[in-house]
Structures are given as structure tokens and as C-alpha cells.
């Protein structure tokens, strides 16, 4: 097809069970004029003879096949033959509505957006549940800088629930970065500030399919998303900012590290952390002292607990910690105060009573409560 109206990237890798699902809901969509590029990144199973048998069927299939290289290698190859006037991307494990890229191609036209934003389905065990909620999001374009990278951040942030407009990608030479996981961060906070005109279309269509051990579910991966994280702030370094996009940036990775730590077993805490801080700036430290940032208090309290400054800060993180129902807390800031001693010997003798107090207060509530030294031991030596 000389002129088709998307171009309809599939990368492909080992899924020869879901593989035809994928594949009949995209041939059998109602916009007939698309182009289908399935990257082969070198499967093992019968992947690769399904798609010659649906391409031997629909003349819109082009095969693409390399070495596998990864996600986003699959798709930057797809990218480079794409002719279509937009661009979509679905991942081969997934299926779509019939009537899908029809109404969101409408949406595209009328508002001539570089980016068009979908909403899916999640399949959790069999089961189809709604991914992110449509509540609070805008019906009119977006065109602000700030509000552009956090609705995209905050709306999913997949490639799959995007509609871009091929000019643009390659205008702006916007590509996947290999060897990253959740390589979509990454790619659609770059494309939001560079895009013009972002909209909505309320159609939810795209059926993501959660399968054990992929690479969004495996856990050890938090180790390779600091990487993606250090490479999301890095394409923003020595870019003209708004003040506020580069602290709403801030707080956004301050959060998302919280989380990845939160969600760690216990035994990984340590290492993890101490990457962490391999990755945050001194001047981001300080606008979290200085509660600048828009994080709640518990990822405040997880990154002061390791590098308390102030006396203030100290009694900060006594007072909210002791009205926390979570027991392992208590000695974990009384510990805390107790390694950063060199701190403590610099402060006033009225700062010291003042600390003196409120530790002897946590030790009496820690042996009321039993409390086990877990978790913080580790962090607090950060």
C-alpha cells in the first residue's frame, strides 16, 4: 500500500501462543488502509511460521526479520520502514477492539495532534479489568509543557495506547533506547515536550495482556529500571525547562525510586538504595528538605532517614514515624539518630535535650511495642 493511513508496528518474540489472537484483531480492523510490520526478533518457536502464513493471506503484512535484539530495537526497525501517516504499536501478546484505530485515527485528524492517547484493559488471570482511570483528564488539547509530560506520565505512559504522527517522529528523530525495561518512560516523556498538541480519545480498546514473567513483572528488573530512570533525567539535561516541569520531574523520580525500594524484598534494600542515591542530585536533596517537592511524607521520611541534615528534619521524621501504625519504624529512626552521632555533637545543648526527649521517648514506645530492627537497618547505612 503506497499511501496507508497507519503503519501498525508488531515486534515479536516467542508468542505462538497468542500470537493469532493479536494478528486477527489487527488484519480484521475497520480502517482498512494500514500497513501491519511484524519484526520476527529472532524467535525460537513457531512465531515465525504464523506469520508467514498470515502474510501469504493479507498483501498489508510486511515481515521483518533480525536477531533478537529487544523491545525497543523491534520496534525502531519497524519505525524506520514505516510509511503510514501515523504510527501505532501493538505488542504481539495483546489484541485489540476491531473498531479501534478507526476512531482514534478520526480523533487524530480532527485535531491534527502529534499524539493521540487511548486508554486499555488489563488481563490479570483470565480477567479483564480496566487499566488507568479516564477521571480528571482533559477533553481539550494540551499544550502545555508541564501538563503535557505529566498527563502522559500519569495516563499509562504506553507506547501500545498512543497514536503518533509519523512526521513527527521523524522530525524529532525520536526512537526507543535499547536495553532499557519499561523503555515506554523513556520514549513518551521525550515525545510529550517535543509534541505541540496532545489530546484524549475516550476509547478504551487495547487489551494488555499481564503474563508471569515478563519483563514488566519481573521484580529483579527494579535493578535495570534505575537505569531507565538515570536515562529519562539525562534527555532532559541541558534542555531550557519550566521551573515547573523540572520540579514536577523531580518529585515524579523521587516517587517512582520510592516505590521500586518499597516493592524490593528485604534483602536487596541495601544495594538498591545506595544506587539511588548514585542518581539523585544535591540540588534535588535540598528542594526535599526544603519541601519544595511535591512528595507525600513517607517518600519524604524514606530519603531524609538516610541523610538527615537538621535538627528539624530529625524531629520531621520523629513526629510523623510515631503516628504511623507500622512498628519496625520506631527503632528504625531511633537507630537512625544514633549512627549520625558526629551529627548530633555539633548541634546546641538545647537541641541536644530536645533530641535527647524524643529519642527517650521512641526507646519506651519501642520496648512496649517489641519492635524488630528490619528494613531501615540496612538503609541507615547508606
Known amino acids: ?148 509530560i505529566k498527563t502522559i506520565l500519569h495516563s499509562g505512559n504506553s507506547a501500545c495506547s498512543i497514536l503518533y504522527k509519523n512526521s513527527f517522529l521523524k522530525e524529532n528523530n525520536l526512537r ?33 495482556r499481564q503474563r508471569p514473567g515478563s519483563t514488566t513483572q519481573c521484580r529483579s528488573n527494579h535493578f535495570k529500571w534505575l537505569e531507565t530512570m538515570k536515562t529519562f533525567f539525562d534527555n532532559f539535561q541541558g534542555v531550557n525547562l519550566q521551573p515547573e516541569t523540572r520540579l514536577f520531574l523531580s518529585s515524579y523520580k523521587l516517587k517512582q525510586l520510592y516505590e521500586s525500594y518499597h516493592h524490593l524484598p528485604l534483602f536487596l534494600k541495601r544495594s538498591f538504595a545506595k544506587k539511588v542515591f548514585e542518581i539523585i542530585s544535591s540540588e534535588e536533596l535540598k528542594l526535599l528538605e526544603n519541601f519544595t517537592l511535591d512528595v507525600n511524607a513517607k517518600v519524604r521520611c524514606f530519603y531524609l532517614s538516610m541523610r538527615p541534615t537538621s535538627v528539624k528534619q530529625f524531629i520531621f521524621l520523629l513526629k510523623y514515624w510515631k503516628n504511623v501504625s507500622v512498628d519496625y519504624f520506631v527503632t528504625s529512626i531511633y537507630r537512625m539518630l544514633l549512627r549520625h552521632s558526629c551529627y548530633l555533637q555539633k548541634i546546641t545543648q538545647n537541641e541536644e535535650k530536645q533530641v535527647d526527649s524524643t529519642i527517650a521517648q521512641w526507646r519506651n514506645y519501642a520496648d512496649e511495642k517489641r519492635v524488630l530492627e528490619v528494613e531501615y537497618d540496612d538503609v541507615g547505612q547508606v
Open 1 to 148: 500500500m503506497k499511501n496507508p493511513k497507519i503503519s501498525i508496528i508488531i515486534p515479536v518474540y516467542n508468542v505462538e501462543k497468542y500470537l493469532r489472537e493479536c494478528l486477527n484483531s489487527v488484519v480484521n480492523q475497520t480502517i482498512q488502509e494500514i500497513e501491519i510490520i511484524c519484526v520476527n526478533d529472532g524467535s525460537t518457536d513457531g512465531s515465525a511460521a504464523i506469520l508467514e502464513e498470515y502474510a501469504a493471506k493479507d498483501k498489508r503484512i510486511q515481515i521483518l526479520t533480525q536477531e533478537n535484539g529487544g523491545l525497543s530495537v523491534a520496534r525502531n526497525a519497524g519505525m524506520d520502514v514505516a510509511k503510514g501517516e501515523y504510527v501505532a504499536f501493538v505488542d504481539s501478546d495483546d489484541y485489540i477492539d476491531l473498531q479501534l484505530y478507526e476512531r482514534v485515527y478520526t480523533k487524530a485528524i480532527v485535531s491534527d495532534a502529534e499524539m493521540t492517547v487511548f486508554f486499555f484493559y488489563r488481563i490479570e488471570n483470565s480477567q479483564i479489568v480496566p487499566g488507568y482511570s479516564m477521571l480528571g483528564i482533559s477533553p481539550f488539547p494540551i499544550t502545555e509543557e508541564c501538563e503535557k
Open 176 to 208: 526507543f533506547v535499547p536495553g532499557l525495561i519499561w523503555e515506554d518512560n523513556v520514549f513518551n516523556s521525550l515525545s510529550a515536550y517535543k509534541a505541540n498538541k496532545i489530546v484524549f480519545c475516550f476509547e478504551r480498546g487495547y487489551y494488555y
